[in-house]
């Protein structure tokens, strides 16, 4: 298992470490037998229970909310975090429709907005990059819109490599290909084959390759990869973003036009931009963000941390 050159199978997972993993997983492979609204009412259950267990994470919600929302009072400010929590507990039922769900029922949860920009892109023979973020409806918005079109997603490995080997699989075979986060060859690989390149870059992986910007209205470390990306390859940038809709209903699927004049010659506008986007995306819908996330951990030299 620790040979480099052995493929890794899930009989190296056998061990008592990784059983409680197996039965999570089982249930979840079960449960997507339940009807759509059973599992999104199900997950919001328990994302209800993980916001009064799961300290740590609270805090760090509260605090991204507080930072990003001013204008909310105290109590508008907790009822937001709470509905986060929701939202993410309906994600981990997601995540198991996105691996196991079948086609056509899929599909039928599926509206698609602006998919002509996505196809209008492709003609231009350089790959497309397809700009997201990371809400929490991620991972079934990818496998609905892998449905209309094939593309290959950019990835950050999972802690557990239970988990990372049953995701793993699954990327591998319901898009093109699956790419760690630092493989840029693999990215410029994938865009000189005219494919389409699914990619985020709104989560805070430090001071390499990233620069100080505003993300809604707090300076935060962004990576500058879009930019570098869109510069080295010729590849037009096209935004998208997944949205749940309400009372089970399905998903939307947006795709914005073309973005005109991108890269620029300045990284910081480029950054900028890139933000700004996503952010109108966000206040749409804010509670279905990725707000467990320490978006804030990396700050200007000299400034105290948020957490």
Same mark, same amino acid.
């Given at each position: 298992?620790?040979?480099?050159?052995?493929?890794?199978?899930?009989?190296?997972?056998?061990?008592?470490?990784?059983?409680?993993?197996?039965?999570?997983?089982?249930?979840?492979?079960?449960?997507?037998?339940?009807?759509?609204?059973?599992?999104?009412?199900?997950?919001?259950?328990?994302?209800?229970?993980?916001?009064?267990?799961?300290?740590?994470?609270?805090?760090?919600?509260?605090?991204?909310?507080?930072?990003?929302?001013?204008?909310? =009072?105290?109590?508008?400010?907790?009822?937001?975090? $709470?509905?986060?929590? @929701?939202?993410?507990?309906?994600?981990?039922?997601?995540?198991?429709?996105?691996?196991?769900?079948?086609?056509?029922? !899929?599909?039928? !949860?599926?509206?698609?907005?602006?998919?002509?920009?996505?196809? /209008?892109?492709?003609?231009?023979?350089? #790959? &497309?990059?397809?700009? =997201? +973020?990371?809400?929490?409806?991620?991972? $079934?918005?990818?496998?609905?819109?892998?449905?209309?079109?094939?593309?290959?997603?950019?990835?950050?490995?999972?802690?557990?490599?239970?988990?990372?080997?049953?995701?793993?699989?699954? @990327?591998?075979?319901?898009?093109?290909?699956?790419?760690?986060?630092?493989?840029?060859?693999?990215?410029?690989?994938?865009?000189?084959?005219?494919?389409?390149?699914?990619? +985020?870059?709104?989560?805070?992986? #430090?001071?390499?390759?990233?620069?100080? &910007?505003?993300?809604? #209205?707090?300076? +935060?470390?962004?990576?500058?990869?879009?930019?570098?990306? +869109?510069?080295?390859?010729?590849?037009?940038?096209?935004?998208?973003?997944?949205?749940?809709?309400?009372?089970?209903?399905?998903? /939307? !699927?947006? $795709?914005?036009?073309? !973005?005109?004049?991108?890269?620029?010659?300045?990284?910081?506008?480029?950054?900028?931009?890139?933000?700004?986007?996503?952010?109108?995306?966000?206040?749409?819908?804010?509670?279905?963000?990725?707000?467990?996330?320490? @978006?804030?951990?990396?700050?200007?030299?000299?400034?105290? #941390?948020?957490?």
């Amino acid at each position: 298992m620790n040979n480099p050159n052995t493929e890794t199978t899930l009989s190296d997972f056998i061990t008592p470490r990784y059983w409680p993993t197996w039965i999570g997983i089982g249930i979840l492979r079960l449960c997507i037998c339940l009807p759509f609204r059973w599992q999104q009412t199900l997950g919001a259950i328990i994302g209800q229970l993980g916001y009064y267990l799961a300290k740590s994470r609270r805090k760090i919600t509260a605090t991204n909310i507080r930072l990003c929302f001013p204008e909310l =009072s105290p109590a508008e400010q907790k009822d937001l975090t $709470i509905k986060t929590f @929701r939202s993410t507990g309906k994600a981990i039922f997601e995540t198991g429709l996105s691996w196991w769900g079948n086609e056509r029922k !899929l599909d039928n !949860l599926c509206q698609i907005e602006g998919l002509e920009n996505l196809q /209008q892109a492709l003609k231009q023979k350089k #790959g &497309v990059i397809l700009l =997201s +973020a990371h809400f929490t409806s991620l991972e $079934i918005g990818g496998r609905l819109l892998s449905l209309h079109q094939p593309f290959q997603v950019v990835y950050k490995k999972a802690h557990n490599p239970l988990f990372e080997l049953f995701m793993q699989r699954a @990327r591998e075979k319901h898009y093109q290909r699956a790419i760690q986060t630092y493989d840029l060859r693999g990215m410029l690989k994938g865009l000189k084959e005219n494919k389409v390149s699914w990619y +985020a870059s709104d989560q805070d992986f #430090g001071t390499k390759q990233s620069i100080f &910007v505003p993300f809604m #209205g707090v300076t +935060a470390a962004t990576l500058t990869t879009p930019a570098r990306l +869109a510069k080295m390859s010729g590849a037009p940038v096209v935004p998208y973003f997944p949205r749940r809709l309400e009372n089970g209903k399905g998903y /939307q !699927l947006t $795709i914005l036009p073309i !973005l005109e004049g991108f890269p620029c010659d300045d990284e910081y506008k480029d950054a900028e931009r890139i933000n700004q986007i996503i952010e109108a995306a966000i206040r749409k819908s804010p509670e279905q963000y990725l707000w467990v996330h320490k @978006r804030f951990k990396t700050r200007p030299e000299g400034e105290a #941390g948020v957490y």
